[in-house]
């Protein structure tokens, strides 16, 4: 899997804010990514060094639409990757 499509966005939350100060950032990435392809992506991506990363799968909620039609959406994934002290992921 190459490096730009693991790294979908990078989650901006009052969690995530917190975990800032601590060189903690969370990531949506690619379902099928693993813990090493995110490092790799997010080392070539932001040019940071990764400490380490710990992940969580998610699953789409069910949501009923206007017609009555139950639909699911998708499933994602999540990464709380821990940065370098004084290393930063630009946000923006």
């Known amino acids: 899997m190459k490096h730009t499509n693991i ?24 379902p099928k990514a693993n813990k090493i392809e995110i490092k790799q992506a997010v080392e070539k991506q932001f040019g940071v060094h990764v400490l380490s990363v710990n992940t969580q ?19 994602w994934k999540r990464a709380i990757v821990t940065v370098k002290s004084g290393e930063r992921i630009e946000t923006v």
């Open 57 to 75: 799968n998610y699953k789409g909620e069910m949501r009923t639409l206007k017609n009555r039609r139950v639909v699911r959406a998708k499933n």
């Open 7 to 30: 790294i979908h966005r990078v989650q901006i939350t009052e969690k995530g804010t917190l975990l800032a100060y601590e060189n903690k950032y969370i990531l949506e990435v690619a």
